[in-house]
C-alpha cells in the first residue's frame, strides 16, 4: 500500500524535533495562548494570519506535539527536488486561478488527500488569506479553506469538523531574537454552516469566511488604516511603553495595549480625519528626533540614569572574555546568514532564509567541530567544547544586544534637557483624547 502523507515518519519525527528545538533558540519569548481550545477528538483545521512566509506555519509546527498536513501554494512545486523535500515536510500543494484554469482540476485530487488526512485524525493547516502580508493587518480570506471543510463535513458525517483561527504576532519580522505571541481561538463548528451550505452554496460558504475572518481579526494585531499603516504602528508601540514604563509587564500587556490604541486610531481616522493627522505628523516628528539623537522609544519611557548604567558597565567588563569565546567559536553560522539575508530584494522572505541557513549552518558547524575533536582528542572535550559554544554564543547574542542598548542609553543621557522637554511635549500630543 503506498504510504500516505500523513502517516508517521521516523526521519520527519526527528526533523521535527530538531526545527522546534531551533525555533526556541532562533526566537526571544515565545508566548502560547489558548492551546487547550485545540480538540483531541475533532477533525480540527488550523486557520492562522499569513504575515511571515515559511515561519507561521513552522510556529503552529512548533505547538502542535503530533503530526499536521499543511498546504501551500502550488507553484513552490515546479521544481521537483523542491517538491520531494516539501513532501517529506507534510506539504501538499493547492492550486489557484494564477496557477491556469487547467491546473485548477487538480485541486480535487489535493482535497481528497486533505479530508484522508482529517479523516486519520491528522490536523490540516492552512493560510486562509492565501497571499502574505508582511504587516500586522489581515487581508481578505479566499476559498480554498472552507471548500475542504464543507466536502469534510460531508465526507465525514461521524466526526466533527472545526476550524481553529491561530493569531500570530511578532515584535520583529526578521531578526532573531524577536519575541512571538501565538493564540488559538476557540474552535468553529464547520457542522453549524451545514444547512445555509446545503440550502446555497456561496451563502454558507460566505457566512462561515466572514466568522473566521471576525474570529482572526480579534486575536492579533489588526491596523485597517492604509494611510497610516506605519504611523499607526508607530504610535501604538509608543503608547504600549509609556502604559506600563518601568512598571512590571508581560510581552502579553503590551501586545493588547497595542492592539487596543491602533483600534482607537482606526476609528478615530474615521470619524475625525484631522486630529488623526495631528498625530500623525507629531509622531513623525518625535520619530525624526529619535533617529537624529540615536535612541528609541524605550529610552524615552524608561528614562534610564547615571546609577543605573555603571553596573552593566561593570558587568559588560567582566563577562568580555565570556562574550569573546561564543562569539569566535559562533561567527561562521550567526553571520554568514546575514550577509546572503540582506542580498534578498523581498523583507517578506528574510526571517525564513535567515532561519533555514542558521538551521542548517548550525548544525553542520557543530557537528564537524564535535567529529573533529571527538576522533583527534577525545569525545568528552568534544561533547564539552560543543556544549560551551552553544552556551556562550547565545551569551555573545544577547550580549550584544545589551551593549547596543547601553550606547542607546548613554545617548539618551547626553540629551539637553531642553531636548528632552520637546520630547515631552511631543509625547503629550500623542495622546488621545
Known amino acids: 500500500m503506498k504510504n500516505k502523507i500523513q502517516d508517521f515518519n521516523c526521519w520527519h519525527w526527528l526533523t521535527k524535533v530538531y526545527v522546534k528545538f531551533a525555533i526556541r533558540q532562533f526566537y526571544g519569548k515565545i508566548d502560547v495562548i489558548g492551546k487547550n481550545n485545540i480538540p483531541q477528538d475533532k477533525a480540527v483545521i488550523f486557520a492562522p494570519n499569513h504575515q511571515n512566509a515559511l515561519m507561521d506555519a513552522l510556529l503552529v509546527l512548533y505547538v502542535q506535539p503530533g503530526r499536521i498536513v499543511f498546504l501551500a501554494r502550488a507553484d513552490i512545486f515546479k521544481n521537483k527536488k523542491v517538491a520531494s523535500i516539501l513532501n517529506f515536510l507534510k506539504i501538499l500543494p493547492i492550486y489557484r486561478i494564477r496557477d491556469g484554469r487547467n491546473e485548477l482540476d487538480k485541486n480535487y485530487e489535493i482535497f481528497e488527500k486533505s479530508i484522508d488526512v482529517l479523516r486519520d485524525n491528522v490536523p490540516l493547516c492552512l493560510m486562509p488569506e492565501g497571499l502574505q502580508s508582511f504587516k500586522r493587518k489581515l487581508l481578505p480570506l479566499v476559498k480554498g479553506m472552507f471548500r475542504i471543510a464543507f466536502q469534510a463535513q460531508e465526507e465525514l458525517p461521524e466526526k466533527e469538523v472545526v476550524i481553529i483561527p491561530v493569531g500570530i504576532d511578532y515584535t520583529d519580522y526578521i531578526n532573531s531574537g524577536a519575541n512571538v505571541r501565538i493564540e488559538f481561538g476557540k474552535g468553529i463548528p464547520v457542522e453549524q454552516f451545514m444547512d445555509s451550505y446545503n440550502e446555497q452554496p456561496a451563502k454558507g460558504l460566505n457566512m462561515l469566511r466572514d466568522v473566521v475572518s471576525e474570529r482572526i481579526s480579534k486575536l492579533i494585531q489588526d491596523i485597517r488604516s492604509e494611510k497610516y499603516y506605519e504611523n499607526f504602528y508607530e504610535i501604538s508601540t509608543i503608547y504600549s ?74 558587568f559588560y567588563i567582566i563577562s568580555f572574555p565570556l562574550f569573546l569565546f561564543g562569539w569566535i567559536s559562533n561567527c561562521i553560522p550567526a553571520y554568514f546568514p546575514r550577509i546572503i539575508v540582506r542580498k534578498l530584494k523581498e523583507d517578506s522572505f528574510k526571517s525564513s532564509f535567515n532561519f533555514v541557513l542558521w538551521l542548517v549552518l548550525f548544525l553542520l558547524f557543530y557537528m564537524i567541530i564535535f567529529l573533529s575533536v571527538g576522533f583527534s582528542v577525545s569525545w568528552l572535550y568534544a561533547f564539552i567544547l560543543t556544549l560551551m559554544m552553544s552556551i556562550t554564543g547565545k551569551f555573545a547574542y544577547h550580549y550584544l544586544k545589551w551593549v547596543i542598548n547601553l550606547k542607546r542609553n548613554i545617548c539618551y543621557l547626553n540629551l539637553s534637557n531642553e531636548m528632552k522637554e520637546k520630547i515631552s511635549s511631543l509625547i503629550e500630543q500623542l495622546f488621545i483624547k
Do not use: C, M
Not at 511603553?241 to 476609528?267: A, V, Y
Not at 522609544?297 to 552593566?312: D, G, H, L, R
Open 241 to 314: 511603553l509609556l502604559e506600563f514604563g518601568d512598571k512590571k509587564h508581560s510581552q502579553e500587556d503590551l501586545f493588547i495595549s497595542r492592539k487596543n490604541t491602533s483600534l482607537r486610531l482606526d476609528q478615530l481616522g474615521k470619524e475625525n480625519p484631522e486630529k488623526t493627522e495631528k498625530i500623525v505628523n507629531t509622531q513623525i516628528k518625535l520619530t525624526e528626533i529619535l533617529k537624529e539623537h540615536k535612541i528609541t522609544y524605550k529610552e524615552i519611557t524608561n528614562k534610564p540614569s547615571v546609577a543605573s548604567i555603571i553596573p552593566k558597565i561593570l
